[in-house]
């Protein structure tokens, strides 16, 4: 959602949000918007707004408090965590960690793919962070380039904006499918019941594209992309220019049948086991991991939204005993404008 140094705000944004100081546009997608704000300790947070035509649908406040709900039960490294919400105002909004760094679409689009080691770091990092997410027996459903940051600290993982928990009904919007027709697996393209499998389907074409910058199953309307993949079991996708041992990774994670694939869990030690051949350095170690290219614009985006003391005026003072008063990245907070 976000592509480069956040912006100005523009003269119809609001300059506030709960007690949050809008500071800059971070990005605008489909669903909202997302604007820079800090913790009243200075700490970045990323604040996404729903557009108000949203705001008034039942039905997709039911499905944003679904997205709350669903993040705040996950938990776990490369997994970007949701620090405050309000999913009952007249504008329903979403507070996470700000990570300063690249959407990997956008990357992709501007630095071309990534290297195959740098490919297998990511995959095995997003498997991990998939892992906690189906431990917490949730599905995410939209594992796509535009909902993985590249940054310094590695891979993270954002947008619960369509996460449910495993076993309930599909949602959809307007009687449609609600997902990224090129990023769906096979069985979601169908409308069948979708498994944490059906996660392990998308990373495995994440990461496809990620090491050529082509999706693996051609180029098109969304639509007709999500048909071949979900005619995949007639004509699976030529992977002949990955190279091993990220090929074969792929090969599993692209399955046609779910009860095939491996689960998060094995395509994060098949990644593990592929980096300690090929460059012998631990999966999490990330000096110098992105090409220079991608290294320098995730810097200038650091020193662009560095934390800095705000200019809050706090409505009270946490006592040592306030449930309120402890780290802000592991808490959501509970009282509007607090920190």
Known sequence: MWDAVPGPLRADDSREISGYALRARVGEGGMGTVYLSHTRGGHPVALKVIRREYARSPAFRERFAREVAAARRVSGYHLVPVVDHDAEGPLPWLATHYVPGLPLDTVLDAYGPLPT???????????????????????HRDIKPGNLLLAASGPWLLDFGIARPAGTRTLTTAGRLVGSPKNMSPEHALGRRLTPASDVFTLGLLAAEAATGQHPYGRGHGLAVAARIAGTDREPPCLDHHPEPLRRVLGLCLAARPEDRPTAADVAELCRRALGT??????????????????????RIETATRPRPSSYTPTYVPTARDPLAVDWPRRVRRTPGAD
């Open 117 to 139: 080691a740098a490919v297998l770091r990511l995959t095995g990092c997003l498997a991990d962070a998939l892992h906690a997410v189906h431990t917490a027996g949730v599905i």
């Open 278 to 299: 090929d460059e012998g350095r631990e999966p999490r170690d990330f000096d110098g991991w992105l090409p220079d290219p991608v290294a320098s614009a995730v810097a």
